[in-house]
């Protein structure tokens, strides 16, 4: 080694001063508390990433009409089906690109470009003046954001083992919470000038752009979440050896022979361990992001069409009682359930029991009053539950099944297969 590097045995690992890496590693062996601070890196750096994901589906229907490309006003949730699926077509074209940029470069650099994104094109989206406008902000969006597949190795990376579980619920639940609070500040802050023509005059940037606030507001949020992510610690390893730079890191007593053909995705095409968590993942992911734009079509939906003919503001009190709701769980009760009964069974009860509470939403248009509102919020919050325990499982299963040099790249798969499955959902669940 270099005379800049600094060996530093600690329980018979090695630790180079100079790798950032070895830094985190360091600090985990040293750790004893609960990483509360790394917990709550990982999930204000998810949030930001899935509020905008589905923060437009409460106001779609009314941006899309009032684009008038529909001509007729059941085709408007059919058009709006495509603006739904351009983030994850976006998004499948270069998954497996920025997690190899990850596996190369770090993790950081991916997750501040991927926040970044956020701030710039999100913005953008509010600003759409016309149906063209939307999908391609959108597709952009999706195109340069590969945070999504990383942070789940930098969340294993970051944790000791027996944390990893929380590390990786963390973002679940995050990811979760974006999808509820991101539609409840779409229905609350889209239409302003109608909403409160009080505070917002029609002749206002608002009132000219009904949909810009709530984007705006997540992207100011996302913005604060890039400069503070300048701090975040770097976990891929660094080490010099004769003048050259390698990112991988191989533990004591593993041997780095044909480097290049273990790391290559062929590699990972044949690790059936990885592929059938992403397979479930991605069958499970197609169906939620079905599940999270047709609900919002369905209560803003007129009654002679089989809808609830709620407001976006009815629709937002929905998903914020639900976000409550399902905060409360991931943080308190499936680590536990996970200790118990391990994610496999947890995501197969979670997969039943989705079953018949999915067949008893079309009854519940038939309910009026307290009764409606309360088995509404109630099915709402218990299938996100469901789902959220569900993709928590077969991230632990994702991560578990290659090393940390492949990370970056198994997981830009998963995020590929899940982005062309999620940009199927809402293009069918929207025409459907």
Same mark, same amino acid.
């Given at each position: 080694? =270099?005379?800049?590097?600094?060996?530093?045995?600690?329980?018979?690992?090695?630790?180079?001063?100079?790798?950032?890496?070895?830094?985190?590693?360091?600090?985990?062996?040293?750790?004893?508390?609960?990483?509360?601070?790394?917990?709550?890196?990982?999930?204000?750096? #998810?949030?930001?990433?899935?509020?905008?994901?589905?923060?437009?589906?409460?106001?779609?229907?009314?941006?899309?009409?009032?684009?008038?490309?529909?001509?007729?006003?059941?085709?408007?949730?059919?058009?709006?089906? @495509?603006?739904?699926?351009?983030?994850?077509?976006?998004?499948?074209?270069?998954?497996?690109?920025?997690?190899?940029?990850?596996?190369?470069?770090?993790?950081?650099?991916?997750?501040?470009? =991927? $926040?970044?994104?956020? #701030?710039?094109?999100? $913005?953008?989206?509010?600003?759409? #003046?016309?149906?063209?406008?939307?999908?391609?902000?959108?597709?952009?969006?999706?195109?340069?954001?590969?945070?999504?597949?990383?942070?789940?190795?930098?969340?294993?990376?970051?944790?000791?083992?027996?944390?990893?579980?929380?590390?990786?619920?963390?973002?679940?639940?995050?990811?979760?919470?974006?999808?509820?609070?991101?539609?409840?500040?779409?229905?609350?802050?889209?239409?302003?000038?109608?909403?409160?023509?009080?505070? #917002?005059?029609?002749?206002?940037?608002? /009132?000219?752009?009904?949909?810009?606030?709530?984007?705006?507001?997540?992207?100011?949020?996302?913005?604060?979440?890039?400069?503070?992510?300048?701090?975040?610690?770097?976990?891929?390893?660094?080490?010099?050896?004769? /003048?050259?730079?390698?990112?991988?890191?191989?533990?004591?007593?593993?041997?780095? $022979?044909?480097?290049?053909?273990?790391?290559?995705?062929?590699?990972?095409?044949?690790?059936?361990?990885?592929?059938?968590?992403?397979?479930?993942?991605?069958?499970?992911?197609?169906?939620?992001?079905?599940?999270?734009?047709?609900?919002?079509?369905?209560?803003?939906?007129?009654?002679?069409?089989?809808?609830?003919?709620?407001?976006?503001?009815?629709? =937002?009190?929905?998903?914020?009682?639900?976000?409550?709701?399902?905060?409360?769980?991931?943080?308190?009760?499936?680590?536990?359930?996970?200790?118990?009964?391990?994610?496999?069974?947890?995501?197969?009860?979670?997969?039943?029991?989705?079953?018949?509470?999915?067949?008893?939403?079309?009854?519940?248009?038939?309910?009026?009053? @307290?009764?409606?509102? @309360?088995?509404?919020?109630?099915?709402?919050?218990?299938?996100?539950?469901?789902?959220?325990?569900?993709?928590?499982?077969? @991230?632990?299963?994702?991560?578990?099944?290659?090393?940390?040099?492949?990370?970056?790249?198994?997981?830009?798969?998963?995020?590929?297969?899940?982005?062309?499955?999620?940009?199927? /959902?809402?293009?069918?669940?929207?025409?459907?």
């Amino acid at each position: 080694m =270099g005379g800049s590097e600094v060996k530093k045995p600690l329980l018979n690992k090695i630790y180079y001063k100079s790798c950032p890496g070895c830094q985190v590693d360091e600090n985990k062996e040293l750790q004893v508390r609960l990483p509360i601070k790394e917990v709550l890196y990982i999930w204000i750096v #998810v949030l930001c990433v899935a509020l905008p994901i589905s923060s437009l589906f409460p106001f779609l229907y009314f941006m899309v009409r009032d684009f008038n490309i529909a001509e007729k006003e059941e085709d408007i949730s059919y058009y709006a089906g @495509f603006v739904g699926s351009a983030y994850m077509i976006g998004r499948a074209l270069t998954s497996v690109f920025w997690g190899v940029v990850a596996d190369r470069y770090g993790r950081k650099p991916v997750i501040l470009l =991927g $926040t970044s994104t956020v #701030v710039i094109f999100n $913005t953008l989206f509010g600003f759409s #003046v016309n149906y063209w406008m939307a999908i391609i902000t959108r597709f952009l969006l999706g195109f340069l954001n590969g945070l999504l597949g990383p942070i789940k190795a930098y969340s294993c990376e970051l944790f000791r083992e027996e944390h990893q579980a929380l590390g990786l619920s963390s973002i679940s639940t995050s990811w979760g919470i974006g999808l509820i609070i991101g539609p409840s500040l779409g229905g609350f802050l889209a239409q302003p000038a109608e909403n409160f023509p009080g505070l #917002v005059s029609p002749d206002s940037l608002f /009132g000219r752009f009904p949909y810009l606030l709530p984007c705006l507001c997540i992207s100011m949020f996302a913005l604060c979440v890039t400069i503070a992510a300048i701090w975040l610690p770097e976990t891929l390893h660094f080490h010099k050896k004769d /003048g050259l730079e390698s990112a991988f890191y191989v533990p004591d007593g593993e041997e780095k $022979t044909d480097e290049k053909k273990d790391s290559s995705l062929i590699s990972l095409l044949k690790n059936w361990p990885l592929m059938s968590s992403i397979i479930v993942y991605c069958v499970f992911s197609l169906h939620d992001m079905a599940y999270t734009e047709i609900f919002s079509l369905w209560a803003v939906s007129p009654k002679s069409l089989g809808g609830l003919n709620y407001s976006t503001e009815d629709v =937002g009190t929905v998903l914020s009682i639900t976000g409550v709701g399902l905060l409360l769980f991931q943080t308190s009760l499936y680590p536990i359930a996970e200790r118990i009964f391990g994610p496999i069974i947890v995501a197969r009860i979670s997969g039943v029991l989705s079953i018949p509470l999915l067949t008893a939403y079309p009854y519940i248009a038939l309910l009026s009053g @307290f009764m409606l509102s @309360f088995t509404l919020n109630f099915a709402s919050m218990v299938k996100n539950i469901l789902s959220v325990s569900i993709i928590t499982g077969t @991230f632990m299963l994702q991560n578990k099944a290659v090393d940390q040099r492949q990370r970056g790249a198994a997981n830009g798969i998963a995020m590929t297969l899940q982005s062309i499955c999620k940009a199927i /959902g809402p293009a069918c669940g929207g025409a459907l």
